[in-house]
T-cell receptor, first 113, second 113 residues
């Protein structure tokens, strides 16, 4: 079945460092890809998404590009802030499966001042 | 309401008891999803509703778990004869349709003692 694998955490960075969180997927169809974020004490929020190959999703300085050839959707940010400390989840959704989300295991990011 | 509302926010129950978890989706959202977030298993899909019907129940872990949705709105997830391994955060999400953004509630933290 479909699955998502993302790099394990926790990841600890200093403020203004470059961030990459790797995400790869396995899917039989043509899924949409997502990054969700869970800030401490808050619910899951959509960070960005891409619905087809070569699409780039972006939001709040974060970017991810849907790479069909490498089945990847890596999350990047050029300069992280303390407020970016959260757990990040990569996910896919296949319309033919009702739009349910299949999540990676999550990566905890801690940014130190 | 403004967002997806789940109740209770916390529930402690004795092993063997039945529990009901409630989800109020965003008004007008036809799709409703239940997920479970636990330390060992990450974020797992349980069931989704399109209107009042549940086309995909494949994620329900056992026949002790059931869910219903009435009036195309409120959904209840019921766990019978709870076990310690049922302890987790149960998340509900809703969306306008299969390819639109899913909005998550804050979750119900279930602890079985």
């Amino acid at each position: 079945g479909d699955s998502v694998t993302q790099m394990e955490g926790p990841v600890t960075l200093s403020e203004e460092a470059f961030l990459t969180i790797n995400c790869t997927y396995t899917a039989t169809g043509y899924p949409s890809l997502f990054w969700y974020v869970q800030y401490p004490g808050e619910g899951l929020q959509l960070l960005l998404k891409a619905t087809k190959a070569d699409d780039k999703g972006s939001n709040k300085g974060f970017e991810a590009t849907y790479r069909k050839e490498t089945t990847s959707f890596h999350l990047e940010k050029g300069s992280v802030q303390v407020s970016d400390s959260a757990v990040y989840f990569c996910a896919l959704s296949d319309r033919n499966q009702g739009g349910k989300l299949i999540f990676g295991q999550g990566t905890e990011l801690s940014v130190k001042p | 309401g403004a967002g997806v509302s789940q109740s209770p926010s916390n529930k402690v129950t004795e092993k063997g008891k039945d529990v009901e978890l409630r989800c109020d989706p965003i008004s007008g959202h036809t799709a409703l999803y239940w997920y479970r977030q636990s330390l060992g298993q990450g974020l797992e899909f349980l069931i989704y509703f399109q209107g009042n019907s549940a086309p995909d129940k494949s994620g329900l872990p056992s026949d002790r778990f059931s869910a219903e949705r009435t009036g195309g709105s409120v959904s209840t997830l019921t766990i019978q004869r709870t076990q310690q391994e049922d302890s987790a955060v149960y998340l509900c999400a809703s969306s306008f349709g299969l390819e639109t953004e899913a909005f998550f509630g804050q979750g119900t933290r279930l602890t079985v003692v």
